[in-house]
């Protein structure tokens, strides 16, 4: 599916686009446990089964985990862990005010005050000033003047922040110093959710897996790495792994280990193998965060 921004009207649009030329007798459809009103193109269409998956499944599945650690770094942030005996734990997920810590919006408003004070001093000056700016004010940050100011004025999605952070990535890879605190400094908070998720579910010595996704933490490198090198201080028998599929990949997991019985791991493999060809074979939105 394709689709932009948060609303319904978005989710209708995407999932019309992808029933326009297939016409299913029955439709496994993924819903959250608190979906509301089913959405208009799938309203009496099909013969519908609904299956409630959490967000938190999907990396889980992805990564072939029946427990351990989910950490999602997208737009916002959170972390889920689970152990062996079956607690769970969630942390985070409470939005760009009072959480998110370590997602792509915070660092992408990190990125818009770096760039707005790139030419205080030689100290402070950044290259994320000229991508910043262009991508916020569509000028550089000369010819821009006050309008990054009107710019983070303005009420915006927060996936249009969020999306920022993919800047900052590649100049943190180029080896711009301030773009790379900002991701390190984000990987960090990230960090600390982990160490009180896999504290509070008693998993802190126990050998388990972190898997990270989302649009930061799937992608990523220096983020990634930064992670793991700050959970080694705390949480030294932790391994983070990128999940680097689309978390639509992994609601499909979860539906289909409910309804294909023994055969699972057969079609678990068979769906994981062929999923690169059917996201190559669609244009795609361009990810958040």
């Keep these: 599916m394709t689709g932009s921004g948060r609303s319904r009207r978005s989710l209708e649009r995407a999932v019309s686009q992808a029933l326009a030329d297939f016409s299913p007798a029955f439709l496994h459809h993924n819903i959250s446990p608190d979906p509301g009103p089913p959405i208009e193109p799938l309203r009496g269409a099909f013969q519908t089964m609904w299956h409630a998956v959490r967000e938190q499944d999907c990396p889980m599945a992805l990564a072939g985990l029946e427990w351990g650690v989910v950490a999602i770094a997208g737009t916002g942030a959170l972390v889920y862990a689970r152990s062996p005996e079956g607690r769970e734990v969630l942390l985070d997920g409470l939005g760009p005010e009072l959480g998110d810590h370590g997602g792509g919006y915070q660092i992408g408003r990190d990125a818009m005050r770096a760039a707005a004070c790139s030419g205080w001093s030689e100290r402070r ?24 100011v009107d710019y983070s004025l303005e009420r915006r999605d927060r996936a249009e922040i969020a999306a920022l952070a993919r800047i900052v990535d590649r100049e943190a890879e180029k080896g711009d110093s301030i773009a790379l605190r900002i991701l390190q400094s984000a990987a960090a908070d990230l960090a600390q959710t982990i160490r009180d998720a896999v504290e509070s579910a008693g998993l802190l010595a126990k050998q388990c897996t972190a898997a990270l996704s989302g649009g930061v933490g799937a992608n990523s490198r220096l983020y990634a790495e930064h992670l793991q090198a700050v959970l080694a201080e705390h949480a030294p028998a932790l391994k983070v792994v990128q999940v680097r599929h689309p978390p639509v990949i992994g609601a499909a997991l979860v539906i289909l280990r409910r309804i294909s ?14 999923a690169g060809e059917l996201f190559r074979a669609r244009p795609q939105a361009a990810q958040g965060g």
């Design 261 to 274: 019985g023994g055969d699972y791991p057969a079609q678990r493999a068979r769906l994981l193998e062929t």
């Design 125 to 148: 000056r950044t290259s994320l000033a000229e991508p910043v700016y262009r991508s916020c004010t569509g000028e550089s940050p000369e010819e821009s003047g006050w309008r990054l």
